[in-house]
Structures are given as structure tokens and as C-alpha cells.
């Protein structure tokens, strides 16, 4: 993907990994090399293929890119056409670098878990020195207590063009790092290059993460900054949002555009005017749109519309969505006319107008697309379906019961419609009163749900969904 499409994109994958694996360490942890799986189908989680390609991530930022595709490029001729063990790959990569990796391979193949780490920062006058105090917090009863971390920090200081960088080696559960400054630094960057997979407590100031959104180099440099700054509401979290909407990489257009508000200037307004209608990219286009259209401007309505004779869907559905709250009659007629699309991200936004009309003659709108949907649009999509049930004779939610109960016990369908269905399910039975025939056929079906899943992560997440 680096090499495809930029620096940028690869790190917003990479993130989007880690959160894919750490959201799953939530409900149970085993090493990467797993003997102790009940099905070959639990190999095929997100250990295996988040937490997997990020230590092949991190492994080629300890030895380099050249020696980490000569190991491959050795691993992959020597052990062709064999049954291999990790230790192959762990030898590939010692007959190239010629190091001992032990060290990398026992704590991040052999044992489970990852680092949890917080990050303080001072200035010494006395030594010229900055420090990071770096506190390794982690359960050291269920994963390592202490991770070995080879770690790039780079140093930036006021009025010098690029920052100084340092290697630093992390082996104790709290480590203090002391590093050369004639002056006290602007900004301290901890993991430079951002190839270690952790939970990251950065105790930095917000004027520190402004000065990192304004001068570190990475997208995840920008996107911790960004999202911090606006998380806490620093104060000066305009300056950072304007200089984001002329970000190089859309991913950060689209985060400073979630993070407007009411205070920005016309200047400002007028170019989340121009994103909504030429920004390159579609996801910029669609979140401009909502953003017009959550801070009321007066540009909004002409914008939606432009954006419903648009494509991709995305901006579609971005248009229909907006439509809803500022023309509800257009925005009628609007869903009417799409009502044969397929698109998910159409048929989710149609689904949300329908479902507020409280209006249950839209019912077969959602019997139809039930097929159509999958992801998060599904989750969404079937969440409107609930809603409108709940406006519905007994019978009609009977029938709408047994069509989600199909959809949940069937382990043919995906997990986000299997979860999207027992999720609506439980969200209808608590809106019906007690003691009613459709809450009880309602109860029956998450049972059945519950009985029929397979899936360890999902039976966790059905937990929540009551008893009954």
C-alpha cells in the first residue's frame, strides 16, 4: 500500500489494523503461534491478520527494509513446498541481519498481549537535556511485563527545519531517556517512525500537539494531534482545523472537517463549501456536506442538491441525508426516486429517513434491501428497520422477527449482519410492552441467535443483549 499509494495511506491502514486488534484483545488475548484453537476457523482472527502483519510491520522497521525482503525472498525459496515452523522465518532473518532475534520473535510470536505505555516529557537546564519517562503499564500477569522496543525519538526545536533524531533501546518497565538539548525542545516525538503496535498514554501539552499537527511529517503524527486537540477542545483548535482542510491526504481533510464548529470564519466556510463540492476525494465530499449541514450554513441545501446528481454513493447518500433535515418534501421525493438502488451506503441513508417518517407503509422497503446492506451501512440500516417495528401491528413484527432470526443463526452470513440482526432484535423487545406476543417471539429469536453462534468474539459481544 506504501508503495502503491503513499506514506499516508499506508499508515491510516495500519491504524485501522491496530484498532482491528486491540478492540478484539478486549474480550481475550493468545499468542501469535496458537495451538490452542477449538476449530481452524478461530486462526482466522484479528491475532492472525491485524496483530500478525503489524509485527511484520514493526520487524521490518528493526532490521530494515533491504534485510527484511532478503529474509522473505530466503524463507520463501528455502521452505518451498514444506511444513514450516516460526523458527524458520525466525532463522531466515538471523542468516540475513546476522542478530540474535530471539528477543523479537519469544515476545511478540511466542507470547500474547502488547504494551501498554505512558509517555511524560521535561527539560533539564542543569545537563541540557530532554527527558521522556517512559512507564511500560501493562498486565504483566497475562502478557510480558517488560517489551524490549528498539525506538526512533526525534527532537524538534524552535527555528530548525528538520528534528534531530535519536535510537534509543526501551528494556525496563519504567525507563528514563535522556537525550542532548542546548535548548528545551518544542516537541518531543516518542516512536518516530510509529511502527510499534501499543496503547499509547502521550502526556504531551496541547500546545505541544498543535506543535506537532503544524510540524511532524507523519499522518500519525497529524491524526493523534488532531484528534486530541479536538477531543479536549484546546483553545486554539481552529488555527489546527483550517491548516487540515489543505492537508495533502484526504484522511486528514475529512478529520479536520469533524472537528468544525460553529465558530469558524466565512474564509473557513467557504472552502468546506469548495471540499463539499470538488474535493478529489469522496469521503471529503460526503463528510463536507455534513458538516455544512450540522453548522446550519446557508449553503448547505444547494449543496445537497448538487450532490444528488453526484457519484460515488457515498456523496449520494451524503446529499439524501442532508436533504432530510433541511427539505424534508425534496428529500421524500429524492428517496422515492432511489428506491431501486442496491448501494449500501443509499439504501442505509433511505432506511434513516424512512424510519424517522414513523410512517410503517416504508416496511417493505426494508424487506426488500435486507440483502442489500452489510458493515456498518447494515447496522445502521437494520437499526431503522427496528425503529419503524416498533410503530408496527404485532403481526408485522412477527414476520420481521423470523426474517432476523434467519439472518442471525445463519453462519453463512457475516458477522456484521449476524450482530446487526440480534442487535435490532434486542433494541425491538425492549420497546414492546412486557408480556406481548411479539416480545416474546422477539426473546425466542435472540435465544436461538445466541444457541446458534460459533463465533468466540461475537458470543462476548451477544452477552450484552440481556438473558432472555
Known amino acids: 500500500m506504501e508503495n502503491k499509494y503513499g506514506r499516508d495511506e499506508a499508515d491510516a491502514h495500519l491504524l485501522t489494523e491496530w484498532e482491528g ?5 478486549r474480550d481475550g488475548m493468545h499468542p501469535l503461534i496458537h495451538y490452542g484453537y477449538d476449530d481452524k476457523e478461530d486462526m482466522f482472527d484479528a491475532h492472525s491478520y491485524n496483530k500478525g502483519g503489524s509485527i511484520l510491520h514493526m520487524l521490518r522497521k528493526v532490521i530494515g527494509d533491504e534485510a527484511f525482503q532478503e529474509s522473505m525472498k530466503q524463507y520463501l525459496e528455502r521452505n518451498a513446498y514444506t511444513a514450516v515452523e516460526v523458527d524458520e522465518w525466525r532463522m531466515a532473518v538471523e542468516d540475513v541481519t546476522g542478530k540474535d532475534m530471539h528477543w523479537f520473535f519469544d515476545q ?7 504494551p501498554l505505555i505512558t509517555l511524560a516529557y521535561n527539560y533539564d537546564e542543569a545537563t541540557h ?12 500477569s497475562i502478557m510480558p511485563a517488560i517489551y524490549q522496543l528498539p525506538v526512533a525519538v526525534d527532537v524538534y526545536f524552535e527555528g530548525q527545519e528538520k528534528p534531530v533524531r535519536h535510537s534509543v533501546f526501551i528494556n525496563q518497565r519504567q525507563q528514563e531517556v535522556r537525550l542532548p538539548a542546548a535548548t528545551a525542545p518544542a516537541l518531543v516525538v516518542f516512536d518516530a517512525e510509529h511502527a510499534i503496535l501499543a496503547e499509547w498514554e502521550d502526556l504531551k501539552t496541547p500546545e ?35 491548516k487540515g482542510l489543505a492537508d495533502p491526504f484526504y484522511g486528514i481533510r475529512a478529520l479536520a472537517l469533524e472537528n468544525l464548529d460553529e465558530t469558524a470564519s466565512p474564509e473557513v466556510m467557504a ?23 450540522a453548522l446550519g450554513a446557508d449553503e448547505a441545501a444547494a449543496v445537497a442538491r448538487k450532490a444528488m446528481q453526484a457519484r460515488p454513493y457515498n456523496v449520494v447518500a451524503a446529499g439524501l441525508t442532508a436533504l432530510s433535515e433541511l427539505d424534508p418534501v425534496e428529500c421524500a421525493d429524492a428517496a422515492q426516486y432511489l428506491e431501486n438502488e442496491t448501494n449500501s451506503d443509499i439504501v442505509a441513508a433511505i432506511g434513516g429517513i424512512y424510519a424517522n417518517s414513523e410512517d410503517t407503509s416504508h416496511l417493505p422497503y426494508f424487506e426488500t434491501h435486507l440483502e442489500d446492506v452489510d458493515g456498518f451501512a447494515a447496522i445502521n440500516f437494520f437499526e431503522s428497520y427496528g425503529v419503524l417495528l416498533l410503530q408496527a401491528t404485532e403481526g408485522a413484527v412477527t414476520d420481521a422477527v423470523a426474517k432476523l432470526q434467519a439472518i442471525g443463526t445463519n453462519m453463512g452470513q457475516s458477522p456484521w449482519r449476524r450482530i446487526a440482526a440480534i442487535k435490532t432484535l434486542f433494541e425491538v423487545k425492549e420497546g414492546l410492552t412486557e408480556g ?4 416474546e417471539s422477539v426473546a425466542t429469536a435472540i435465544k436461538a441467535i445466541k444457541a446458534a453462534e460459533t463465533n468466540p468474539q461475537l458470543k462476548s459481544i451477544y452477552q450484552q443483549f440481556g438473558d432472555e
Do not use: C, N
Open 108 to 114: 511478540w510470536y511466542m507470547q500474547q498481549g502488547h
Open 436 to 439: 406481548s406476543t411479539a416480545r
Open 271 to 293: 472552502k468546506v463549501v469548495t471540499l463539499a463540492e470538488s474535493d478529489p476525494h469522496s469521503e471529503v465530499r460526503a463528510t463536507a456536506i455534513m458538516a455544512l449541514t
Open 21 to 25: 486488534y486491540i478492540g478484539s484483545s
Open 129 to 140: 537535556e530532554a527527558i521522556v519517562m517512559v512507564k511500560q503499564t501493562q498486565d504483566a
Open 208 to 242: 505541544q500537539f498543535a506543535y506537532q499537527f503544524m510540524h511532524a511529517p507523519l499522518y500519525l503524527d497529524r491524526y493523534q494531534a488532531l484528534s486530541i486537540l479536538g477531543a479536549i477542545g484546546y483553545e486554539g483548535l481552529g488555527s489546527v482545523v483550517e
